[in-house]
């Protein structure tokens, strides 16, 4: 059941649904703003998440603070969280029943933080929550499903090394507070 963020957080980091419990060093709950306007949602924990139970601290988290920043935003305003919440062993790609087990804590964030625009960073959030594909085609886009404003972005990490997607990414977190100012 819900209560509070603070007791949905120790529900994840106690989590034994899926079997990425046996190997997660530790759960990584969602993070940030409990009053933020703009949730992310990333695709899994990786090692420095799963080494540290926080959401982004490794090299995509520094690309995200950086297209932050530039926005005008950081880390403190909004609320950053994953698909699901363990690291799946060797960054594999969560599966259906670890995204199926996962999907009640997701929902719970939502309906505890009431974000007016969850940002969809990369292919696996887009697939998991729109069914969605082909991110360079949509990226930028805001789609609105069951009552929910939900916006397309690259995932972080594949940016990385290309100055282009660098420069869409980053456009594309600004688009959301020019969205959220004209709203
Ligand atoms: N990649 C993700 O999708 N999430 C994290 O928390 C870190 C890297």
Redesign the pocket.
């Known amino acids: 059941y819900m209560t509070t963020l603070e007791s949905l957080h120790e529900r994840i980091s106690r989590c034994e649904k899926c079997l990425l419990c046996e190997t997660r060093k530790n759960a990584?709950p969602g993070k940030g703003n409990k009053n933020a306007e703009i949730m992310f949602i990333?695709?899994?924990?990786?090692r420095?998440?799963d080494l540290n139970g926080?959401?982004?601290?490794?090299s995509?988290?520094k690309k995200l603070n950086h297209a932050l920043e530039n926005a005008g935003l950081n880390r403190n305003m909004v609320y950053?969280t994953?698909?699901v919440k363990c690291r799946p062993p060797e960054n594999r790609e969560p599966n259906q029943e670890e995204r199926e087990q996962c999907r009640k804590y997701l929902e719970d964030e939502f309906a505890l933080i009431k974000p007016k625009i969850i940002c969809l960073?990369?292919a696996?959030?887009y697939k998991t929550i729109l069914n969605g594909s082909e991110i360079s085609k949509n990226h930028g886009k805001l789609v609105n499903k069951d009552g929910r404003n939900y916006f397309i972005t690259f995932?972080?990490?594949a940016i990385i090394y290309n100055q282009k997607l660098t420069d869409d990414f980053q456009n594309d977190i600004k688009k959301i507070v020019d969205i959220l100012k004209n709203s």
């Open positions: 990584v990333g695709e899994a924990p990786g420095n998440e926080e959401p982004f601290v490794g995509a988290g950053i994953n698909i960073l990369g696996t959030a995932h972080p990490a």
